[in-house]
């Protein structure tokens, strides 16, 4: 069964890069059935979806956040990573990668990390 | 970018009753819907895809319709452990964007 487990400082400054990483256990990470995503839920609001990347490394990101983000991938590690620069208190948020599948649905997802943003 | 918007955004029910949840798209997504439940402190947990296809191991009682623009999720017969936030999410086009979800709260 596939995990997902996100990594990363849960204390960044304003002005700073995010960097977080997923890392993925069981299932097949380069077979193509998957695709590897970032999601943010600022406390007590919904969600958003903040960018995808496959294994090759092809990526599509949300335009809202397109400027300042990076995803990459190390399919020999199993693992991807997503870097937010010029953070403020906006992004501050719990983080969660997830495994997109089909047509664009996210399963399973990791258990979500906080990020704060804060000097 | 495609707006999601549920409806209603809480809604109070009890042990036995059967609820529906709508998710409004902005625009046509033909069945390019998926669902999910949220516990508090938990991460998203899905539901079912392309707007009615039950995940492996989710319940009978949920049950998911419709295409092009509205779309609803039903619960027959609601459990204690369906309290919870439900969020609708499109994968027509990106950005992916999720509905503001639903809290379903104990009356």
């Known amino acids: 069964q596939m995990q997902l487990q996100e990594s990363g400082p849960g204390l960044v400054k304003p002005s700073q890069t995010l960097s977080l990483t997923c890392n993925v256990s069981?299932?097949?990470?380069?077979?193509?059935?998957?695709?590897w995503s970032w999601i943010r839920q600022p406390a007590g609001k919904g969600l958003e979806w903040i960018g995808r990347?496959?294994?090759?490394?092809?990526?599509n990101y949300n335009p809202s956040l397109k400027s300042r983000v990076t995803i990459s991938v190390d399919p020999s590690k199993k693992q991807f990573s997503l870097n937010l620069n010029s953070v403020t208190a906006d992004d501050t948020a719990v983080y969660y990668c997830?495994?997109?599948?089909?047509?664009?649905?996210?399963?399973?997802w990791g258990q979500g990390t906080l990020v704060t943003v804060s000097s | 970018d495609i707006q999601m918007t549920q409806s209603p955004s809480t809604l109070s029910a009890s042990v036995g009753d059967r609820i529906t949840i709508t998710c409004r798209a902005s625009?046509?997504?033909?069945?390019?819907l998926a669902w999910y439940q949220q516990k508090p402190g938990e991460a998203p947990n899905l539901l079912m895809s392309?707007?009615?296809n039950l995940e492996s191991g989710v319940p009978s009682r949920f049950s998911g319709s419709g295409s092009g623009t509205e779309f609803t999720l039903t619960v027959s017969s609601l459990q204690p452990d369906d309290f919870a936030t439900y969020y609708c999410?499109?994968?027509?086009?990106?950005?992916?964007?999720f509905g503001q979800g639903t809290k379903v709260e104990i009356k």
């Open positions: 990347i496959y294994f090759t490394g092809s990526t």
């Open positions: 625009e046509t997504i033909s069945n390019w």
């Open positions: 392309k707007a009615s």
């Open positions: 997830a495994a997109g599948r089909g047509g664009g649905w996210f399963d399973p």
């Open positions: 069981g299932g097949s990470f380069s077979s193509g059935n998957y695709y």
């Open positions: 999410q499109q994968y027509k086009s990106y950005p992916w964007t």
